[in-house]
C-alpha cells in the first residue's frame, strides 16, 4: 500500500443522494493503491448554518466534525464548498475559544477536496480511467474562487482516455444554487440556473461535470424539469472510469 | 430609502427577469465590463495596486477624525465652507438654507449618489426649486420619473427606442432611436439650464486632506459646466470619501475609472478646490462641502464592517454578480444596488428593514475578486445574515425569523447525533415515497422546501447511504489503519 491513509468525508448530500459518487471515490482510491478509511459518525459540515448566519449552530457542527476526523491524517471530501467551509470558516468559529481554534485550523490544514489531494498532494494527475465521449466542466464557486481549484481537475480529466473537454462560456458563474438561497428566492435561482444551462447545452457536450454535487443537484433538477437530455456527472465518476450511473 | 420586504424583492426581481430588453441589456454590460476590468486586474503590471490603496483607504479610517478636520481647515483656507451633517436631515437643512439665503430657483446636478441616499431632490422641489439632473443617465431617468438601477450607469433598463419615445414626449422633438441625436437633444435642454441655474449640487468621488480640493469624474463635461456656471456651489460628501495624500488620491483614482469604465482616466476629471479667486477667477463665488455621516460612525465602529466604507463607488461589483445580472438594480430598492447595495443599504438603513438584500446572493465570490479595493462582500453578508439569525444589540436587529432559527436548533441536534441523522434520513426515505416519480425524480415538495420545486426536480433520497454501503461492501475487507479512530456507530 503506498501513500498516507486517507478518511473520507462523504458530504452529506453525496451520503444520502449520490452514493454512488462516493462509492467512485473509493474505487479510484483502491487503483491507487491508497489506503481508505471512513469514520464513523460523519453528519454534516454545518455550511447550511453558517451560510444563514446560525453560527452557534454551525458552531456545533464543527466541534462534531473535529471530533469525528481529529485523527485523521488527511480528511477528502468530494465538495469543493465544504472543505472551503472547514478550511476558510471553522477558524472563525470559536472566536473565544483558543483550544477550539487551534484544534480548528490543524484540521482546516489537513482537510482536501478530491481532485485537489490527487493532483497538489499526490502528485498524480492520470488515474488510468477511461470515458468516451465528450464532457463540459463547472467551475463552483466556493471550490474556484474560494479555494483557487480550477486547474486540477482540468489537468485529471485531460488524462481521461477518450474523453474529449469542451470548455463552456463563463464556466466559472454561478449555478445559482447559493444552499437555502434556491429555496428561498426560486425566480432568481431559476433563472441563474438556466443561463448555465444554455452554456452547457452550447457546447453540445454529452455530460457535464463538476466537484461539487449541489450544484450538480441544481443543474440537474433543472435539465430534468426542461427534459434536456445531457447527462449531470460527478469528476469522480469519470475518474472511477464508468461511464454513466444514475446522476 | 424604503424597506425590501420579501414580496417586493421577489416580485421586483422577477419582474426584471421577465423582460427580454432588460436581461439584453444587463448581460452586455456584464460582458463588456465586468469581464475587462477582470483581464485589467489580471494583466495590470503593478499587482499590489489594490492592496496598496485598500491599505491607504483602512488607515485613513484609522484616523479619520485628524484627516477630516485637515481637510476641513485646508478647503476652508481656500475661502470655501464646510459643513458636517450628522444625519441626512442635517445636510438637507443646510443645503436649502444655501439655497433660500441665495434665492435659488434652479438647481442643476451632477450624478451623486449621496444626493439619492439623502433623498434631497423632494425637499428643494417642494420649495419651489427646480432641480435638473445633469448626467445624460440621470436626466433621462429623471424625465422619466423613474429610478436609476446601476451606479455608473443609472438607466441600464432603458433601451434607445424607450429613450427616443421619452424625448419625443418630454423634449417634443421628432421621434427617433439615433444616439448622437438624442444627445444633442439633451445637450441642447440641459445647456440651458446648465447656464440659469443659480446652484450647483454635485456628489464627490474623492476628496483630498492635504490639498483641500474635491474630484469629482465624467464623461459628459456636464460636471465642468455645473460647477462652474452657477454662483453657488454644494458638494455633498459621504465622510468616507476622504483620501489623506494627493498620492493616495491619484492611485485610488486610477483604480476607479478602471474598475468603473475600463479607462485609464476618464475624458473629464474636475478638480474642486474652492470658490473663485482674484487670481483664480474660474469657478462659482460660493464653495460649500457637506461632509455626511448618516450612519457611517457606525459602520466604521464595527470592525466586522468597516472595510465597506474603503469602497470607491466604481460600480464594478454590478458588472458581474450573476445575481444583479439577473435582476437588475430596481429590486434592491435603494440608490445603492447589486452586492455593495446588498452590505451598505443595510447598514445604512435598517438590516431588518433590508433583510432580503442580506440574503437574496449566493455568496459565489465574484464581487470579492472584482472589487477594486478586494472589499469582502460576501463575507460581510454572511455577517449580515448572523446578526439577522439571533438579532443584534448594536445594530439595533432583531431575530428576523424565530421559526427559522427553531429549524436551525433542530438541525443543531440532528448534526450532533449520528444515530438520530441515520434514523432522520431512514424516516426521509419512507416519507418521500408517494413523491418519487416515475422518472426516479421528486416534482413537487410541500412547505419550505417548496421553492425548490418551483421551477426544478429533486433527485430523492438514495435506497441506499454511503454509510451504509460502507458498512456493507467496503468496511470489512479494510481494517482501520489509523489508531485511535473515532469508534462511534451509527
Not at chain 1, 429555496?183 to 454529452?206: C, F, H, Q, R, W
Request: glycine fraction near 8%; hydrophobic fraction near 40%.
Amino acid at each position: 500500500m503506498a501513500g498516507a491513509p486517507v478518511s473520507l468525508f462523504i458530504q452529506c448530500l453525496v451520503d444520502t443522494m449520490f452514493p454512488e459518487v462516493g462509492e467512485a471515490m473509493v474505487r479510484v482510491f483502491d487503483r491507487l493503491a491508497i489506503p481508505l478509511t471512513y469514520p464513523d459518525g460523519q453528519t454534516c459540515c454545518g455550511q447550511p448554518a453558517y451560510n444563514s448566519g446560525y453560527r452557534r449552530e454551525a458552531a456545533a457542527a464543527a466541534r462534531h466534525f473535529i471530533e469525528v476526523f481529529e485523527h485523521a491524517k488527511a480528511v477528502v471530501c468530494p465538495s469543493g464548498s465544504c472543505v472551503h467551509m472547514v478550511r476558510h470558516h471553522y477558524p472563525e468559529l470559536f472566536p473565544d475559544d483558543p483550544v477550539m481554534t487551534e484544534r480548528a485550523k490543524a484540521i482546516a490544514a489537513k482537510t482536501f477536496e478530491f481532485t485537489e489531494y490527487l493532483v497538489d498532494i499526490l502528485g498524480i494527475t492520470d488515474v488510468m480511467a477511461e470515458y468516451p465521449g465528450t464532457v463540459t466542466y463547472h467551475d463552483s464557486c466556493h471550490l474556484s474562487r474560494g479555494l483557487g481549484i480550477v486547474r486540477q481537475p482540468r489537468m485529471l480529466l485531460g488524462k481521461v482516455r477518450g474523453l474529449e473537454l469542451i470548455e463552456m462560456q463563463d464556466s466559472d458563474t454561478c449555478c445559482g444554487f447559493g444552499g437555502t438561497f434556491s429555496i428561498n428566492y426560486p425566480e432568481i435561482s431559476v433563472a441563474m440556473v438556466d443561463e448555465k444551462i444554455t452554456n452547457i447545452l452550447a457546447t453540445g457536450a454529452d455530460a457535464v461535470v463538476g466537484c461539487d454535487i449541489s450544484c450538480l443537484i441544481n443543474i440537474l433538477g433543472r435539465l430534468s424539469r426542461r427534459g434536456e437530455k445531457v447527462e449531470v456527472l460527478h469528476i469522480a465518476q469519470i475518474l472511477a472510469g464508468e461511464k454513466g450511473g444514475d446522476a | 430609502m424604503s424597506a425590501t420586504t420579501p414580496s417586493n424583492y421577489r416580485t421586483a426581481a422577477t419582474a426584471g427577469i421577465a423582460s427580454p430588453r432588460l436581461q439584453k441589456s444587463l448581460h452586455g454590460l456584464q460582458n463588456r465590463f465586468g469581464k475587462g476590468a477582470m483581464e485589467i486586474w489580471a494583466t495590470m503590471t503593478d499587482q499590489e495596486m489594490r492592496r496598496r490603496v485598500k491599505d491607504a483607504r483602512m488607515n485613513t479610517f484609522a484616523h479619520l477624525d485628524i484627516i477630516l478636520a485637515e481637510l476641513a481647515k485646508n478647503v476652508r483656507t481656500r475661502g470655501g465652507q464646510v459643513h458636517f451633517a450628522a444625519t441626512a436631515q442635517d445636510a438637507i437643512a443646510y443645503t436649502l438654507a444655501v439655497a433660500k439665503r441665495h434665492k435659488v430657483n434652479r438647481v442643476v446636478k451632477g450624478k451623486s449618489m449621496t444626493s439619492m441616499e439623502i433623498n434631497i431632490d423632494p425637499v428643494l422641489e417642494d420649495a419651489g426649486i427646480e432641480v435638473v439632473e445633469t448626467d445624460l443617465g440621470e436626466y433621462i431617468i429623471q424625465l422619466a420619473g423613474d429610478k436609476p438601477s446601476h451606479i455608473i450607469a443609472p438607466c441600464i433598463h432603458l433601451d434607445r427606442n424607450q429613450i427616443g419615445e421619452l424625448f419625443e414626449e418630454k423634449l417634443g422633438i421628432d421621434y427617433t432611436n439615433d444616439p448622437p441625436t438624442l444627445t444633442m437633444a439633451a445637450r441642447r435642454a440641459l445647456r440651458e439650464k446648465m447656464l440659469t441655474a443659480e446652484m450647483g449640487l454635485t456628489g464627490c468621488n474623492l476628496a483630498c486632506a492635504e490639498t483641500g480640493h474635491i474630484s469629482l469624474v465624467s464623461n459628459e463635461g456636464n460636471i465642468r459646466m455645473t460647477t462652474t456656471m452657477p454662483p453657488v456651489l454644494v458638494a455633498l460628501m459621504g465622510m468616507e470619501r476622504v483620501v489623506a495624500t494627493l498620492d493616495e488620491h491619484r492611485e485610488a483614482l486610477q483604480l476607479l475609472t478602471q474598475a468603473a469604465a475600463l479607462q485609464k482616466l476618464s475624458t473629464y476629471v474636475s478638480f474642486l478646490g474652492g470658490p473663485a479667486a482674484e487670481d483664480d477667477p474660474d469657478g462659482p463665488k460660493e464653495f460649500h462641502l457637506v461632509i455626511i455621516d448618516n450612519g457611517r460612525s457606525k459602520i466604521l465602529a464595527d470592525p466586522e464592517f468597516r472595510e465597506v466604507l474603503a469602497c470607491i463607488r466604481c460600480g464594478a461589483c454590478l458588472n458581474i454578480c450573476p445575481v444583479y445580472g439577473k435582476i437588475g438594480g430596481h429590486a434592491y430598492n435603494s440608490p445603492y444596488c447589486g452586492p455593495i447595495g446588498g452590505v451598505v443599504t443595510p447598514l445604512l438603513d435598517g438590516i431588518n428593514k433590508h433583510a432580503d438584500l442580506c440574503k437574496g446572493e449566493t455568496l459565489c465570490g465574484a464581487c470579492k475578486d472584482i472589487c477594486p479595493v478586494e472589499n469582502d462582500l460576501p463575507r460581510m453578508l454572511a455577517a449580515l445574515r448572523h446578526k439577522l439569525a439571533y438579532g443584534s444589540d448594536l445594530w439595533n436587529t432583531s431575530q428576523h425569523s424565530p421559526a427559522e432559527a427553531y429549524v436551525y436548533s433542530f438541525w443543531k441536534i440532528v448534526i450532533g447525533n449520528p444515530r438520530f441523522f441515520r434514523l432522520m434520513l431512514r424516516t426521509g426515505r419512507f416519507l418521500q415515497r408517494p413523491f418519487v416519480r416515475k422518472n426516479k425524480m421528486v416534482r413537487k415538495m410541500l412547505g419550505f422546501a417548496g421553492g425548490w420545486t418551483k421551477g426544478r426536480d429533486l433527485p430523492p433520497l438514495a435506497r441506499q447511504t454511503f454509510a451504509e454501503l460502507w458498512k456493507e461492501k467496503y468496511a470489512a475487507t479494510r481494517p482501520n489503519p489509523i489508531e485511535g479512530q473515532n469508534e462511534e456507530g451509527n
